[in-house]
C-alpha cells in the first residue's frame, strides 16, 4: 500500500487529485486531469510508486482478454504500409528519468488541441466545391485519426525529442514524418482506397500516403491541392502506379490548409475542376 | 537481448523482435505483428465493438509500433505490455472521437461491459490470466467492479461512469483507485 507521507522532498499530500491514480491507470481522465496529475506525479515518489503498480495492475485487464484473429486483409495491408513508413530516429541520449516526465506533453506538439480542432467544419460561409455538405469529408478524415504528437500512456511513449535531430530538407518525406510536431490524419477515398496526410507546421510541409487508390485511364491524373478558404493552390500531379504512392506536397503548407485530392485531365489543372475523392484537413 | 534469435532454432522473444524492427527490420515486424495482433485486436475490439473499426485501429497501433520502436526501452517493460498499452490508449481516443458509438454504447449500457467469462478459449495460458482476473475482479465491490470495468473495457472517462453509475464523481475517483490497489494486491503486482 502506498501512503503519501510527503517526506522526503515529496510535494506537499494532495489528496484530492492523489485519489486519480487508479483512473489514470485506467485512462480514464481527461485530458486536463492527466495533465495536472503528472504534474503531481514528478513531487511525489510515493504517488509515482503507486501509479506504476495500478498501470502494471490494468496491463492484466488486457491481458485478460481473448485474443481475436485479425482477417489476412489486415495483415497484408499493414505490412504494405510500412513499405511506405518511415520509422522515426533513434534518441541519442535519453532525457527522461521518471513516469512523470515520460508522460507530459511535448512543448512542442500542439497535440492537445488538434483533435478538436480537426472535428470542426470548415465554416460553410467558405464554402466552394470542396466544402459542400456531402463533401465534406472531414468528418470521416477526424474518425480515423490518429496523432503522434499525444501523449502516450505506458512508460514507453516518450514525448517527441526536440533534439531529433531529423535532416530537414523540404521534399523529403522522412524529414516530415520525423519532425517534432508531425501529426497525421487519414480518410478513404470516395473511389477506393485510402489516403493519409502527415503534416509539420514546423516545416510548413505535408506528404501524403494513398493506398489502394484506382488507378486512372491515361487521360487522367490524381491531383493534390492546398486549400484554405477560397483559396486553392495545386500541390502537383500525383501518379497511382503502383498499390501505394508516397508523394510530397509542392509547395507551403499553411497552418490549417485542408489538402484535397481530385482526379483531372492528364498534366493537371489550374483550379479543380471534379469533387475531390478525399479532403484531409491539417490542424 | 543479446542474440536478436536471427540464428537459434528458438522462436525470437517479442523484445527481441522489437529490436530489430527498430533496425528497419520488416520480417521482424511481420513475426512481431503474427504474435501480437490477435491480444491487440482482441483488446480493441473489447472497447469498439465494431469489428472494421477495430481492425483499422489496429493497423493504426501496428503502424505506430513500426514508426516508434526506435523509442522502445526494454529497461522500462516488456515489448507486449508496451503494445497493449498502445492498444489501449488508441481504443480509448476511438471511443472518445466518437460521438455516435458513445451513444449506442451507453444505450447498450452496462451489462454488455462486464468482462465475458463464457467465452471459451482454447488458449491455456489466457483461461488462466482469465481466471485469475476474474477471481480478483470477485473480490471487488459490485461498485468498484463496475466503474473499473466500465472504464477500462468500455474506455469511458471517469465523470461518463459517474452518470452511468449513478454516483458522484469523487466517488467514482476513489472506487476506482481503492478497486485498483484491491486488484494489485489480489493479482500481487509489484514493481
Keep these: 500500500m502506498s501512503k503519501h507521507s510527503s517526506t522526503s522532498g515529496g510535494g506537499p499530500m494532495n489528496p484530492d487529485i492523489d485519489t486519480l491514480s487508479g483512473a489514470y491507470a485506467l485512462n480514464a481522465l481527461d485530458e486536463a486531469e492527466r495533465e495536472a496529475f503528472e504534474a503531481r506525479l514528478a513531487d511525489d515518489p510515493d504517488l509515482r510508486q503507486e501509479t506504476a503498480e495500478l498501470t502494471d495492475t490494468a496491463l492484466l485487464l488486457g491481458y485478460a482478454v481473448e485474443p481475436i484473429t485479425p482477417s489476412p486483409a489486415l495483415r497484408a495491408s499493414v505490412l504494405d504500409l510500412i513499405g511506405s513508413t518511415p520509422q522515426l530516429p533513434r534518441l541519442s541520449a535519453p532525457d527522461v528519468t521518471d513516469v512523470a516526465q515520460e508522460r507530459r506533453p511535448a512543448a512542442d506538439a500542439p497535440a492537445a488541441s488538434t483533435e478538436a480542432e480537426i472535428l470542426e467544419p470548415i465554416p460553410l460561409a467558405r464554402q466552394r466545391w470542396f466544402m459542400r455538405p456531402g463533401v465534406l469529408l472531414i468528418g470521416a478524415a477526424a474518425a480515423v485519426g490518429l496523432f503522434f504528437g499525444g501523449v502516450g500512456m505506458a512508460n514507453q511513449f516518450t514525448p517527441s525529442p526536440s533534439t531529433s535531430s531529423a535532416p530537414i530538407a523540404a521534399g523529403d518525406v522522412g524529414a516530415i514524418l520525423a519532425a517534432s510536431d508531425v501529426q497525421h490524419t487519414a480518410s478513404d477515398l470516395s473511389t477506393g482506397g485510402k489516403a493519409t496526410l502527415y503534416w509539420s507546421n514546423d516545416l510548413q510541409r505535408s506528404a501524403v500516403v494513398v493506398n489502394g487508390a484506382t488507378a486512372l485511364p491515361s487521360g487522367k491524373t490524381y491531383q493534390l491541392w492546398y486549400i484554405k478558404g477560397s483559396d486553392v493552390k495545386s500541390a502537383g500531379t500525383m501518379a497511382v502506379n503502383g498499390n501505394s504512392v508516397t508523394q510530397v506536397l509542392q509547395g507551403d503548407l499553411q497552418k490549417g490548409d485542408t489538402v484535397g485530392i481530385t482526379v483531372e485531365p492528364a498534366g493537371g489543372s489550374k483550379q479543380p475542376t471534379s469533387t475531390p475523392v478525399v479532403a484531409l484537413q491539417s490542424a | ?191
Design chain 2, 1 to 191: 537481448m543479446d542474440d536478436p534469435g536471427r540464428d537459434t532454432g528458438v522462436p525470437p522473444t517479442p523484445e527481441a523482435l522489437l529490436e530489430r524492427v527498430a533496425e528497419g527490420d520488416r520480417d521482424a515486424f511481420a513475426q512481431l505483428y503474427d504474435m501480437t495482433a490477435p491480444r491487440v485486436l482482441g483488446l480493441i475490439k473489447r472497447l469498439l465493438k465494431d469489428h472494421s473499426q477495430s481492425e483499422e485501429v489496429t493497423q493504426e497501433v501496428f503502424l505506430e509500433i513500426w514508426q516508434t520502436a526506435t523509442r522502445f526501452d526494454h529497461n522500462k517493460g516488456g515489448a507486449s505490455s508496451w503494445m497493449l498499452t498502445m492498444a489501449h490508449r488508441r481504443a480509448v481516443d476511438r471511443v472518445r472521437a466518437s460521438q455516435s458509438s458513445r451513444d449506442r454504447d451507453t444505450k447498450i449500457g452496462i451489462r454488455d461491459f462486464e468482462t465475458d467469462y463464457d467465452s471459451v478459449t482454447e488458449q491455456v495460458e489466457i483461461r488462466i490470466e482469465h481466471e485469475r482476473v476474474e477471481r480478483a475482479l470477485g473480490r471487488l465491490t459490485e461498485l468498484q467492479r463496475q466503474a473499473v470495468t466500465l472504464a477500462y473495457y468500455g474506455g469511458f472517462s471517469h465523470s461518463e461512469v459517474s452518470d452511468m453509475l449513478h454516483v458522484p464523481i469523487g466517488t467514482v475517483k476513489t472506487r476506482l483507485r481503492d478497486g485498483m490497489i484491491r486488484l494489485r494486491d489480489e493479482l500481487g503486482v509489484a514493481s
